[in-house]
């Protein structure tokens, strides 16, 4: 009975395809391709049978290779020919792998294959699942051969199957079929389910799920190209190029091809921060973003360092993207009042989700000008909030300029945020011990709420990291589940120390290993470049080498650089009493800087942040990249009196006296020190003084907090300074470059001299 119930359904299904046109002649071709990979851990040779809808098979003669890819050739199907795929049999490392594997999908699409899809078409079938935890794999026992029957049951359930299947943790149905970005998102899923290949028991055709996949970025700062950087790759240092827009783009483009679920966001502060602001004032910046299909902008601090007229002219007026802030009121401004935005909703599969834009205040940290009014943050989200949920939405991301600290700030206060993609903090989230870096937070930092979550991210600076997010919402707009991934995108070029110390491009050997070893890691990633940000960047590319040789001031005589005071010159033999002549100028640019945006009492950089010394004469601008080449920003952030004399105590300790690292040495600017190596640790300093608004020398006092001026690296525990990356509080990075620092400084002092003896930040007694 069971049997001829199926027939005459299977019957019924043949004549409701051929009489809503399914079968039209007009849509068959002669022959195409279906491609994918079979993912459990890899399975290699494994047979792939492809099944219509009606049950029957169409091919047997194709199997798995390398990443579990596959391409098989059909014959006579319609181009958007919904089919079943089953791969039995073959290798999963080796070992014999005696179970099956299936998924739906359609003739212009591919498909990965994997226990996550394999659960849905088990519970269609009512077959069993086995989950082996032990050897972290998920599978159908057996070989599955699909009836009729089969077939008749998975097309009742086809939209079902579709959607559930398109709202597994990541993405499985792409649309595409190039075998790289195939064999890319195999690895993925291949990842995710070694992390926890439990998960596939929490998969359900019955949920209303809904995927979102978010790749965003932050605080790029006008950094088009790639970045120098050092990781380590199997415990060995290794200086790669990161980030850049070229390959962010690609990156992005690549994203959106696979998976229409995708938005790419922006964080703020787009500007300022290379030579491409300084000299075209956001043109070769939003010429090179409306490249990478950005969703939405948030608002960054640095976009209205000149005018909020030079932004809305040089960048704002040309983007081809949203750009949202719900706390800026731009009602005086005549050009930002129709473009910046409060929120936007976007629709996927007749899902509405709302991205919603809050900036921080900037009026004290930036030059926004009178027509640009900054309201509360907090009371803006909450107003934005209540309107959408008004509105029935129930899927709300805020895209914020607000730091990291702040953020989950906002995310306690206002519970109904599902997601927050921050900026401005220049905060590593995810872990990235594997490549040597230390992280401030999970990817994503999740703040709990009673009966919801929200999940903060952010994707630290400059586009080295990438911040790639899928998140599952359930049917009341809860996430239920999310897949995290930050990575950082490299070129495929490698360079390591020889045996003389210098760092050289690695061998052709060598650089296969490397490029191997990242290919099997999850948050570094081999990228190509997209053509069109290349040809951008190389038109504005000679004027900003042209600008490197451009004077702006004068050394008056030989600025040298050493790290420890007494230590002679190694190029003239000149011992320097009090240390670095050109440290001392860095500090005192720091400082300046500090007292024009906010308070400062003392600044302080370390030794080894100045690279090389500068010669009586010209200097130019490439000089001081070279001098100050890391990019680093000016952070500002107060401590207690006790706090900093202890952490300049251990500095002098562990660079003056043991000499374990030099490059800690403190020079200060707006203080002075006098250490005494005739005494103990902790009692050297015997003289501390800080120069007061009247240009008075006045006691420091341990008593007292006093805001400090300094680096990112240093404020951030570099150089073994943890003393201030603990202790510290209202830690702010204001993202201002210190070359550009020192370059706005050496051209208002036109003329630099070596410091008066009466302000050299360092007296060295009893040597």
Not at 100 to 106: C, D, E, K, N, W
Not at 353 to 369: F, H, Q, R
Not at 479 to 494: Q, R
Not at 703 to 726: H, K, P, R, S, V
């Amino acid at each position: 009975m069971r049997q001829y119930t199926a027939a005459i359904l299977t019957t019924f299904i043949t004549l409701l395809f051929t009489s809503c046109g399914f079968s039209s002649s007009s849509q068959q071709i002669k022959q195409t391709t279906i491609v994918g990979a079979a993912v459990d851990d890899y399975i290699i040779g494994g047979n792939i049978s492809i099944y219509n809808l009606f049950g029957k098979q169409l091919t047997s003669e194709c199997s798995t290779k390398d990443f579990g890819y596959f391409s098989c050739q059909i014959a006579n199907i319609r181009e958007d020919e919904k089919l079943i795929l089953v791969v039995s049999g073959g290798e999963i490392n080796q070992t014999p792998f005696n179970g099956s594997l299936a998924a739906l999908t359609q003739a212009n699409n591919s498909i990965i294959i994997s226990p996550l899809t394999s659960k849905l078409i088990a519970q269609v079938l009512q077959k069993d699942l086995i989950v082996d935890t032990d050897n972290n794999l998920s599978y159908i026992e057996g070989e599955l051969v699909i009836t009729p029957q089969d077939a008749a049951t998975i097309l009742q359930n086809i939209t079902t199957l579709f959607q559930a299947q398109n709202n597994l943790p990541t993405l499985h149905l792409l649309q595409t079929k190039e075998a790289s970005l195939i064999n890319e998102q195999a690895n993925r899923v291949m990842q995710l389910l070694d992390k926890n290949i439990s998960l596939v028991n929490s998969v359900d055709i019955a949920n209303k799920n809904f995927r979102v996949h978010i790749i965003h970025i932050n605080d790029t700062h006008s950094h088009l190209d790639s970045i120098p950087m050092a990781i380590y790759l199997q415990n060995e240092k290794t200086y790669v190029n990161a980030g850049g827009y070229a390959k962010i783009a690609h990156f992005m483009k690549d994203q959106k091809r696979l998976d229409s679920h995708t938005f790419t966001l922006l964080a703020g502060d787009a500007l300022q921060g290379t030579l491409y602001y300084t000299l075209f004032n956001g043109t070769a910046d939003i010429q090179t973003l409306n490249c990478m299909n950005l969703d939405a902008m948030t608002i960054g601090n640095h976009e209205f360092d000149d005018g909020a007229n030079n932004f809305a002219n040089y960048f704002a007026l040309k983007a081809n993207f949203p750009i949202l802030s719900d706390d800026i009121n731009t009602s005086n401004n005549p050009t930002l009042k129709d473009i910046i935005q409060a929120y936007i909703i976007k629709k996927i599969d007749d899902e509405q989700i709302a991205i919603v834009g809050d900036t921080i205040d900037s009026s004290l940290i930036s030059n926004p000008g009178p027509t640009i009014e900054f309201q509360n943050y907090l009371n803006s989200a909450k107003v934005s909030v209540t309107k959408l949920k008004d509105e029935g939405i129930n899927k709300i991301i805020f895209l914020t300029h607000l730091g990291y600290d702040v953020d989950k700030f906002l995310a306690q206060q206002v519970e109904d945020i599902d997601l927050i993609v921050g900026g401005h903090s220049h905060t590593l989230l995810g872990d990235f011990s594997n490549l040597g870096l230390n992280s401030k937070g999970p990817y994503p930092t999740i703040v709990k709420h009673e009966n919801t979550q929200t999940l903060i991210v952010t994707a630290w600076k400059w586009g080295m990291v990438v911040g790639d997010l899928t998140v599952i919402f359930d049917q009341n707009g809860t996430i239920s589940s999310y897949n995290a991934e930050p990575l950082i995108l490299i070129d495929d070029i490698f360079f390591q120390k020889n045996q003389d110390g210098d760092v050289v491009e690695v061998n052709e050997t060598k650089k296969e290993q490397l490029q191997n070893l990242v290919q099997k890691t999850s948050n570094i990633k081999i990228e190509s470049q997209d053509d069109s940000v290349v040809s951008i960047i190389a038109h504005y590319k000679p004027e900003v080498d042209k600008l490197l040789i451009q004077t702006i001031a004068q050394a008056a005589t030989d600025l040298l650089n050493v790290r420890l005071p007494g230590v002679p010159d190694p190029d003239s033999g000149v011992i320097l009493p009090h240390g670095s002549m050109i440290s001392a100028h860095i500090a005192l640019s720091m400082y300046e800087k500090a007292k024009k945006i906010g308070t400062c009492d003392f600044a302080l950089q370390n030794a080894g942040g100045a690279r090389i010394s500068i010669p009586q004469g010209d200097i130019t601008i490439g000089e001081v990249y070279t001098l100050l080449p890391f990019g680093n920003t000016l952070v500002t952030l107060q401590m207690s009196g006790v706090s900093i004399k202890n952490m300049l105590e251990n500095a002098i300790e562990r660079s003056l006296i043991t000499k374990e690292h030099t490059g800690s040495f403190p020079y200060l600017a707006g203080a002075k020190i006098t250490i005494d190596l005739s005494k103990s640790q902790g009692e050297r300093i015997v003289s501390f003084l800080l120069q007061n608004s009247n240009g008075e020398w006045i006691d420091f006092n341990e008593t007292q907090t006093y805001n400090i001026a300094t680096n990112a690296y240093i404020a951030n525990g570099g150089d073994y300074y943890l003393e201030m990356q603990e202790a510290a509080s209202n830690k702010i990075d204001t993202g201002y470059i210190d070359a550009e620092i020192f370059i706005e400084y050496a051209k208002e002092k036109q003329v630099l001299y070596p410091i008066d003896e009466d302000k050299e930040p360092v007296t060295i007694q009893n040597y």
